[in-house]
């Protein structure tokens, strides 16, 4: 399971403070009403070049941005600001391995859930282990609890309230044997799990829930979607039904922090052999070379140390 040490320091407002130190109060709306955006990124350590990756660092600030804009963030810390955090964060602890980054933006103050108080900002990078093993894949179901939709609780906005849904989910999932839970909208479609996109393989295609579908716009199923085109495979993104689960070639859930995990089994249907398929492991062979700073994509990474 996830290994985690404590860091060294933490970011608050762009300045470094004692790990120990980062502290938001009780009484904030992002505390009592989970008025809280972020993103949790990944930075990945190249052995041989002595160099540490922030894995599309552009993209996940940009996504930010639009949760911000979407919660009435009365204002946001720049990119520039956010991007300086980040990178001085991860040179201030050293960190020479494989890292995930939380980032955070919340309201302060001591308002009630519509409070307009003013904004602070925060991030934490620590070494993190797997969550689930990208070898062997994880056993999914599908959930009685529904994804909350765009009208609602928008899953577009990375916000911390959204999380509520996904621990449903995710709680009722563990408690019945499963690894993940998959969520489907009120029509039956797959939106996605708690915690990352789900794409399957049909007819040799790689099919992807659209992101009109009640999902989170992933960064990592970007990645996979471009992946999979650049190496010649069909893509689709379009509604996936509840049965498609049951009959697919392969699935995969992916993300910053899980990565790309084999889908092996769903509701006690084993996905075809019940083990990884090809295409997915080109997908994560593929990815974890990106990440690394060893694909074609250089625009994607950012050095850390200089
Ligand atoms: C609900 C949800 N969907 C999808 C993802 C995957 O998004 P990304 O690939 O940008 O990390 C995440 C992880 O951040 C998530 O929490």
Redesign the pocket.
């Known amino acids: 399971m996830v290994d985690v040490k404590a860091p060294r320091v933490a970011m608050m407002d762009g300045k470094l403070v004692p790990y120990a130190d980062a502290l938001v109060h009780v009484d904030t709306p992002a505390f009592r009403y989970g008025a809280m955006a972020f993103?949790?990124?990944r930075a990945y350590w190249n052995a041989q070049r002595e160099q540490l990756y922030v894995y599309r660092l552009p993209?996940?600030l940009e996504?930010l941005a639009q949760s911000a804009k979407v919660m009435r963030f009365r204002s946001t810390p720049t990119a520039g600001q956010l991007a300086g955090g980040v990178l001085e964060l991860l040179r201030a602890n050293d960190l020479r391995e494989d890292v995930q980054v939380r980032l955070m933006a919340w309201v302060d103050g001591s308002g009630g859930s519509h409070a307009d108080g003013p904004i602070r900002y925060g991030a934490v990078a620590k070494a993190l282990g797997r969550a689930y093993d990208v070898a062997s894949g994880v056993q999914a179901c599908v959930s009685s609890w529904l994804r909350s939709p765009d009208n609602a609780i928008p899953?577009r906005v990375?916000a911390a309230a959204?999380?509520q849904n996904?621990r449903l989910a995710t709680m009722q999932a563990r408690i019945d044997g499963y690894d993940v839970a998959l969520l489907l909208d009120s029509h039956g479609h797959l939106t996605?799990?708690?915690?990352?996109?789900v794409l399957l393989v049909r007819g040799g295609a790689v099919v992807a829930p659209p992101v009109y579908a009640d999902?989170?716009?992933?960064?990592?199923?970007?990645?996979v979607l471009r992946l999979a085109r650049d190496a010649g495979l069909g893509t689709e993104e379009r509604p996936v039904d509840r049965t498609e689960l049951y009959v697919a070639e392969e699935m995969f859930l992916?993300?910053?922090?899980?990565e790309i995990v084999p889908i092996v089994g769903v509701d006690q249907y084993p996905v075809q052999d019940g083990r990884p398929g090809p295409i997915t492991r080109r997908l994560q062979d593929l990815y974890f070379h990106e990440v690394r700073a060893e694909g074609a994509e250089a625009a994607w990474v950012t050095p850390v140390y200089r």
């Open positions: 993103e949790g990124l993209e996940h996504r899953p990375k959204n999380y996904a996605e799990t708690p915690t990352s996109c999902i989170l716009e992933s960064v990592t199923r970007d990645t992916c993300g910053s922090t899980a």
